[in-house]
């Protein structure tokens, strides 16, 4: 039997003659759940949310519930609520949907997480290139406002938050929270040290701050609508909840896939949802969840303890959609988009496009993420531009080595990851290139040359 | 500093909405780039004024952030997405085709000054890859063989009474 969706986030999205205005979103029952919820105590809330088992959709997956009860509530400095819309990890696109297509979905989970939380205040920072988004969000903030959904006294409940978007400029860093935080203070986007500055005690201007990805403040409106215990149902243990697949890359159909978590395979969504490889074609590597997690080879097989306890093995292809299962395959779901590689792509090239990005967006604080990144991205060029020397296979694993741990934030993980799993499991391409390169090299006259694939990734 | 009423009045509601004000930093320079076209000394000294921080304070974002710049460019500005899904269905053959057919280098601008292209990281629309923004709009799946024609379709938007890009 194919594997199905289960619309819940995107249960609206697309659908024929569903827009983007609150008499629409209204009449599809919108704020209904916020009107509810506001008549209950806060604390309440946020036990739902703990009961859920939800997880963070931004990448890392930190328990949302969990998170919230870090809040510093003893220092009575006000608490703010920011919700992260920079969607900038490559491969990730779920975001921009919601944003774009179904905005008060995203204001409704905004008041009501800010509400349980007891925030006055809340942020969206939408990336800056999202223009369109950020208008999109003013007017329906402005609708939202008019009927009393956002701003004082909502619903005559006594309680009031306002909620700001401001824009981003065009930096991945920006999307990590701390960064995020620095930017809206309006200052470069240096992450900050952990410890002390956990955003929950010290966060926006030192003060406990939440940030919270957008599918995950619309993922707690569903929390709320249907209880903890009963949200806590849908997906598989140490996984509740849905996830937005977005298929990229070299995939029939690419697009994105709202399905129970551990409820489909890898396999289901290559072939169910995308449509399997290229036509001709066979695929050869997946990035499960956003570039900076570690890539998968086809082929590759994994042991593994099955849902009932008992040892097991899987193929790239069998492994569960949920986090659990991601995690015991030396890898992780992220964002949950997910980019497919066919045997045509130059593995090499592919990790060279990659160090391009970091050196990019390396936010130049920390010497290891600085220089780790710019000399990553050097050496995989020179490789794929004919320079390539043997020792540049175990160079690149021992720079990623020293990068990953030893920097001020995640971005150093993201630096490392695609270079410590891409080196050793393709070793073998590594090694053919570079060999072809030395042979041209020693005989210039030879026909043999080290022409690019013309997929050109750096 | 000549910047129009609107935007005058745009800027100064905006402050205030934020607990302090150099919050409102990256949302001030949007505003004045999109009027300019870029950020000149100026307008970096005038927003340091506006919001009570030192000139070197707004100095040190504008250099930092990719989407500010500190010279006008084209009046169509083009960025190709070069991240690795866009890369993946042929992103670089895009950018050569678009940069030839609107005759200009990468990074560059046309003798004309009509054009602008330049690569940019993932815009989060890799699901229709590739993709390029033109000023502040997003073209999904434009192949390379789309790219000759959707340069054509730039070509006969731009004309001289354009004003330069805003974004
Ligand atoms: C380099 C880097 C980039 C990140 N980019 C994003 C992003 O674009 N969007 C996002 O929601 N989280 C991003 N994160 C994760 C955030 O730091 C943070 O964990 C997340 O917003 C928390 O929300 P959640 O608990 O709802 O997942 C990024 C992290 C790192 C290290
Ligand atoms: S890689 Fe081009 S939009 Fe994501």
New binding site residues.
Partial sequence: MPATERRIIYRHIDEPGYTTDLVCYQRHGGYEILRKAIQRQPEELVQEVKDSGLK???????P?GV?WGFLDRKSGKPVYLIC?A????PG?YK?RQIIYKDPHQLIEGTVLSAFAIQARLAFIYIRGEMFGGFTILERAIEEARAANFVGNNILGSGYSVDIIVHRGAGC??C???TGLIESLEGKRAYPRIKPPYFPAVLGLYNCPTI????E?LCQVKHVLDMGGKEFAKIGVPGDSGTHIWGLSGHVAKPGYYEIESGKATVRDLLYDFGGGPPAGRTIKAIIPGGVSMKILRMGEKFKVKLPDGSPGEWGVLDIPLDSGSFAQCGTSLGTSGMIFMDDTTDMVEALANLNAFYAHESCGQCTPCREGSLWLKKITTRVCDGGGRMEDIDLVKTIADQVAGRTI???GE?VAWPCQSNVPKFRDEWEAKIRAQIHAREHPEGAATTARTGLRLV | MNLSEKTLKYIDGLIPRYPQKRSAMLMVLHAIQEEQGFLSKDAIEWTAQKLEVVPMAVYEVVTFYPMFRQAPIGRRHVKVCRTLSCALRGAYKVCDSLQHELGCGLGQTSADGNYTVEFVECVAACGSAPVVIVDDKLHENITPEKAPDFAAKIKKETTVSLPPSRY
């Fill in positions: 963070g959709r931004g990448g890392a997956g930190f949302t998170k992260n920079d969607e900038s990890e990730t975001d991945y860093i999307g990590e929270e940030v919270n990805n957008v995950t934030c995640a971005h993201a």
